[in-house]
């Protein structure tokens, strides 16, 4: 049976930020198919400035925790009233905690309106982005009317910078001293600063100080006008300037732990020359955004986590057992890497599950 009369689709995805990224695949083709807006259930400071542009988003709900105990916590009160006003409807459920059930459940989701992940799903190596595609192409119990739509067009994540972030970056660039050509580095992610300097060198995506530096020299050795932007969240500032104190603190490298709001940062990156990363979200929306990019892998395989965009990006480093440390990879290669972005050096996204 096939019910044309429901409530717009809804996906339920609580991630960090490159998660988020990733997921603009998963909502573009599912607004595609039911022609309709999609709800969201997402928590975290970051999904907002994420998602809340995108033209296929209908409502945001935001959760606060999903572990902290139902009567202690109203956020979950609240996504339980909403979900019950909103009726039934295909219901793409892409966490497979416990936590997360109970609360839609207790929201009366009807489990014949669930798409759920597969143990076959789960054990297939391949790029989220090709996940979600697989995934939005499949209907619950309960059919709801779809369209015919080829997924490939929906492949690569998609962010959308208002005209209004552009121009409250170009006056604060100018307030800055940032004019002109801008190349960033995003030496941290959301685990490695969490406990001190300690942890961050003993963490697999770490890349020393003196690495960065040196990049950040042979990129001002080429483009002597230019400014290396170095990026992070204000836990990260002290990891980072110990970056420009290495490099001599050279008045054109410069510490924007503190000045980097998310608006701000995806602003930036679609104007920027260039990015350097490790493998973490400003990474995936970078990529996203078409900004170059090379990306450090770890522990974590390329095969399963670069990310893709329309832009050229070449990914270093990681390997399929997950025991390589970014530490590994010499800071030669990636000034050969960086060099060779301008030359459009790996920047079409391969088939679903293999390198680029």
Sequence with gaps: MVNPLHAPPLIVRCGALGDMVMLTTLMRLVAARH???????????WTPPVLEHAPEL????MVTSRKTPYLLCPSQWELVRWLRRRGRGPVYLCDPDPEMRRLIERGGVHPDDLIERTPEELATPMLWPDRWLAFGMRDPAQRYATREVDPAPFRLPRLVVPQAHRTALAAWRRESDLEGTLVLFQPGNKR?????KRMTADHPKHWPAEHWAAVAAAVLADQP?????????PAEHEVLEDIRQAAGNDPRIRNLANDLPI???????????SMVSVDTGPAHAAAALGCPLVVLFGAAPPSLWRPIGPGPIIPLG??????????????????????????????????????E
């Design 263 to 273: 608006p701000r940062l995806f602003a930036l990156l679609e104007q920027a020359h």
């Design 318 to 355: 990681g390997e399929p057992e997950g025991r390589a440390r970014v530490a590994d990879i010499p800071m030669e290669d990636v000034v050969s890497a960086w060099r060779g972005l301008g030359q459009g050096a790996g920047s079409s996204p391969g088939p679903a599950g293999t390198p």
């Design 58 to 61: 209908g409502h945001l709900q």
């Design 35 to 45: 022609d309709s807006p999609v709800d969201v259930i997402s928590s975290g400071g």
């Design 225 to 233: 006008q230019a400014r290396v932007v170095l990026c992070g969240s």
């Design 192 to 196: 490695t600063h969490k406990r001190g």
